[in-house]
């Protein structure tokens, strides 16, 4: 699989998102290499201003990410995709910690009727999926796509980590995306799961309700989709277990089905 982000040449960026040169982004992630999160995400603060942007999940361990990227700027948008599949509890969780921490959340929807869309796209069973990747193409990749075509942010904030999947492991802490046009910075791509645990403990952040049941990669509610995992398991094998699938496909440059 190719990798998700290109060097943007001059003429095809816009937003001011060309503002380094192949050699600077080098230079960026030698620096950034072993850096701390939060010092990152001061850096892209700093650097992008009102054109920084944040997604999340509200997942497990979300509040890592959001509460390094608050350090840094309170207000900072935070993009959350809303697929008409999620879990109550995330949509729970979601507003608790937007009241609980003042957080500027932009919920975006699918623009599907959760229910009809099954029905259309022979889905007769709502705890399964037969297609996921015409579900995530249509629920999560239009959602998120369409929320970055208004938003059109100069840098993006993303919250994955190399050992989450191949793909992942090849990504850089900077990277310029063309299918956003903007910066994706990855500040916890060199984390492990136990720096992030470490971190949440020390500022008292809670996870997902879902995560003291075993789910500790938290997306839709299909079992397709997610499932618990037990102590030895990899951390990304409850999401689409038994399927090739390893993205939902906003972090791929082509969307989901790539
Ligand atoms: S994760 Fe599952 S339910 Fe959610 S959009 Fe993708 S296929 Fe649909």
Same mark, same amino acid.
């Given at each position: 699989m190719a990798n998700n982000v290109d060097q943007p040449t001059v003429d095809a960026a816009v937003n001011g998102a060309a503002?380094?040169?192949?050699?600077?982004?080098? !230079?960026?992630?030698?620096?950034?290499?072993?850096?701390?999160? /939060? @010092?990152?995400?001061?850096? %892209?603060?700093?650097?992008?201003?009102?054109?920084?942007?944040?997604?999340?999940?509200?997942?497990?361990?979300?509040?890592?990410?959001i509460h390094m990227m608050i350090s840094a700027m309170p207000d900072i948008p935070i993009l959350f995709v809303n697929t008409g599949y999620l879990f109550p509890q995330t949509l729970a969780f979601m507003e608790q910690m937007r009241r609980r921490y003042n957080l500027n959340v932009l919920e975006y929807h699918t623009f599907n009727d959760p229910v009809v869309w099954l029905t259309v !796209?022979?889905?007769?069973?709502?705890?399964?999926?037969?297609? /996921? @990747?015409?579900?995530?193409? %249509?629920?999560?990749n239009e959602v998120f796509d369409r929320a970055m075509r208004e938003l059109a942010p100069a840098a993006w904030i993303r919250?994955?980590?190399?050992?989450?999947?191949?793909?992942?492991?090849?990504?850089?802490?900077?990277?310029?995306?063309?299918?956003?046009?903007?910066?994706?910075?990855?500040?916890?791509?060199?984390?492990?799961?136990?720096?992030?645990?470490?971190?949440?403990?020390?500022?008292?952040?809670?996870?997902?309700?879902?995560?003291?049941?075993?789910?500790?990669?938290?997306?839709?509610?299909?079992?397709?989709?997610?499932?618990p995992i037990g102590m030895e398991d990899d951390h990304r094998s409850g999401r689409w277990a038994g399927l090739d699938k390893k993205e939902c496909g906003i972090h791929l440059d082509q969307g989901a089905g790539i």
């Open positions: 503002r380094f040169t192949p050699e600077e982004v080098e !230079n960026l992630n030698t620096r950034f290499a072993g850096a701390h999160p /939060v @010092d990152m995400g001061r850096w %892209a603060a700093e650097t992008f201003g009102r054109g920084l942007v944040m997604t999340s999940s509200f997942g497990a361990e979300s509040m890592c990410a !796209n022979g889905e007769p069973d709502p705890r399964r999926r037969n297609n /996921v @990747d015409a579900c995530c193409a %249509a629920n999560k919250g994955v980590r190399a050992h989450q999947s191949d793909h992942r492991s090849k990504m850089k802490v900077v990277e310029y995306s063309r299918r956003v046009n903007a910066w994706a910075i990855s500040p916890l791509l060199g984390w492990s799961h136990r720096q992030i645990f470490d971190y949440m403990k020390q500022h008292q952040l809670p996870h997902h309700p879902m995560w003291e049941l075993g789910y500790v990669s938290i997306g839709c509610n299909p079992e397709t989709c997610t499932r």
